[in-house]
Each structure stands twice: as structure tokens, then as C-alpha cells.
């Protein structure tokens, strides 16, 4: 049984960072991409990074480009997203989800608030 979870959220001032975890297990981690969405309220889920199996590659969403970095660690079976010069508009509740042939399994999420 495949669980993720994701912590690591809160509240933060604008221009602030936070580093948000995904915890890993019922998988062999070190074989999967995985990856970093977010849902703000009364939108829909939107990409904000993902990161292929073994780290090297990455890809980021235009919004976060230059202010988050995604990584992993898999020897801990852990994700990680550094999330700097945090703006309003990044208010949402983040999830970590596998990538295998699109999103297969997801956390329960980690609520990122940015406000003065």
C-alpha cells in the first residue's frame, strides 16, 4: 500500500521560504518520478514541479521558476520542495504525488498560507 506523506506547511510573510517534505512508502521510491501540485481555493490542481527518478532531471511550472527547487533523497525515500519568495497568489494546499504514466498516487496535502 502506497503512502505519502507530505508536512512541512504553514504560515508564512510574503518574501519567506519554507521547505515541505514528502514521506515515501509501499513503493520502491528510487524507481519513480514524483512530483509537487497545489490546489488554492476554488481553483483547480495545477503542476508546480516534478523531478524524475533519480533527481537529474526537473521541470518547474513558469509561476514558481527561480523560487522553488524541487529534490530527493532516496536513500530516505523523501522528497523535498524548497519553496522561497513565497507570494499571496502561492496560498494552497500542496500535494506530492507518483509519477507513473500520470499522477498515480497522491498525499493528503500540506496547507501553505502567505500572508502579511
Known amino acids: 500500500q502506497v503512502q505519502l506523506v507530505e508536512s512541512g506547511g504553514g504560515l508564512v510573510q510574503p518574501g519567506g521560504s519554507l521547505r515541505l517534505s514528502c514521506a515515501a512508502s509501499g513503493l520502491t521510491f528510487s524507481n519513480y518520478g514524483m512530483g509537487w501540485l497545489r490546489q488554492a481555493p476554488g481553483k483547480e490542481r495545477e503542476f508546480v514541479a516534478s523531478i524524475n527518478y533519480n533527481g537529474v532531471g526537473t521541470l518547474y511550472a513558469d509561476s514558481v521558476k527561480g523560487r522553488f527547487i524541487i529534490s530527493r533523497d532516496n536513500a530516505k525515500n523523501t522528497m523535498y520542495l524548497q519553496v522561497n519568495s513565497l507570494k499571496p497568489e502561492d496560498t494552497a494546499v500542496y500535494y506530492c504525488?507518483?509519477?507513473?504514466?500520470?499522477?498515480?498516487?497522491w498525499g493528503q496535502g500540506t496547507q501553505v498560507t502567505v500572508s502579511s
Open positions: 504525488a507518483v509519477s507513473d504514466g500520470g499522477w498515480k498516487y
